[in-house]
């Protein structure tokens, strides 16, 4: 069995929580949640969750997964330690927000193991440390967002945004490789900033994004975890007004959401990094360790551009070309604003 904890966003997110949940329940178990018990998914349905890049890759597992979902960050901690009382092989904390609780339970139940996404264990002072039984994986988000960041460049004509939910060392990651992105296609654009200070309102989202619209932004990136979808339903309803403006989603791809609104997203492939997991699991070669995700190992990428635009070929071979550059090491992207 492999248990998983959601952090506040929780389930039904679109986004950084449904990736995590589809790595295990999808891609690990076969399995979705239906009016709250599992039923099996046939392989026509697991095979539509998977991108082409990772299709010969990922086959069910036949782990049993248990999540159980966080609606404060007091839920943490209890959380993980049910888990690990029910009997859990693996024990997943989905985000950085659970850091803390990962570590202090890890500590308690060295018999156990863990999985942290999006976060290495830090000390009291902030330094990395590791535990023999907790594995975590991070992601290089700002060469995600670099790409997308083109992407926003090469559609709009004068001003694009960015929605950032707390204004926090991982959210500022996006910001930086958005930035650089679009000074790497149009310097001369104007960059809008913004933060809603949280990660579970969705209303903050749409407002703050309603507020780039109407101060001329044209294409506005959000990594906003639930407040995305205000963002997104922001560009969904500009559009229906009448104004040629578009959404970046991140982490999963939310073109289904708004098709009419979503150029791309920024998908983080926290469902692979799960996925690989109980993988190594099964096989019995999960280890400790600290694992760091970007363009170069597929951990990062932007989703099919679905949406009609002039140029597009043009437009895309631009971004495989910033693409490559990454990988090869011409182009460092950077990681925090004030490398810029």
């Not at 990962?102 to 500590?107: D, F, I």
Request: glycine share 10%.
């Amino acid at each position: 069995m492999v248990g998983l904890v959601t952090d506040v966003g929780g389930r039904g997110d679109h986004s950084f929580n449904d990736s995590a949940l589809r790595g295990l329940e999808s891609w690990s178990a076969g399995m979705a949640l239906k009016s709250g018990d599992y039923q099996p998914l046939s392989a026509t349905d697991i095979a539509a969750t998977v991108p082409e890049a990772l299709k010969d890759k990922v086959h069910p597992l036949g782990i049993k997964p248990l999540v159980v979902q966080s609606k404060a960050q007091e839920d943490y901690r209890p959380n993980l330690q049910l888990l690990v009382d029910q009997g859990a092989d693996l024990t997943v904390g989905t985000g950085f927000m659970l850091e803390n609780a990962v570590e202090a339970v890890a500590k308690a139940n060295p018999e156990a193991k863990f999985l942290l996404i999006d976060s290495p264990l830090l000390d009291a002072k902030g330094t990395p440390i590791t535990l023999p039984n907790v594995r975590t994986v991070v992601f290089r988000e700002e060469e995600g967002s670099f790409l997308v960041g083109a992407l926003a460049a090469s559609v709009a004509k004068k001003q694009v945004g960015f929605v950032g939910g707390m204004e926090i060392p991982l959210i500022k990651k996006f910001e930086a490789g958005f930035r650089a992105g679009v000074r790497a296609v149009n310097p001369q654009l104007k960059v809008l900033i913004a933060y809603t200070g949280s990660f579970d309102n969705v209303a903050a989202g749409k407002q703050v994004a309603q507020d780039l619209f109407n101060k001329g932004s044209e294409v506005v990136f959000h990594a906003a975890g639930s407040d995305g979808l205000g963002v997104i339903q922001a560009a969904k309803e500009a559009r229906a007004a009448g104004r040629n403006v578009y959404v970046i989603g991140v982490d999963s791809d939310q073109y289904p959401l708004a098709p009419e609104a979503v150029l791309s997203s920024m998908v983080k492939q926290v469902d692979f990094a799960v996925y690989q997991a109980v993988e190594l699991l099964r096989q019995g070669q999960f280890t400790q360790g600290d694992i760091a995700l970007g363009l170069k190992e597929g951990g990062v990428n932007y989703a099919p551009i679905r949406v009609e635009l002039p140029e597009k070929e043009k437009i895309v071979a631009t971004l495989e070309g910033l693409r490559a550059k990454v990988v090869a090491g011409e182009i460092k992207v950077p990681s925090n604003v004030s490398e810029h």
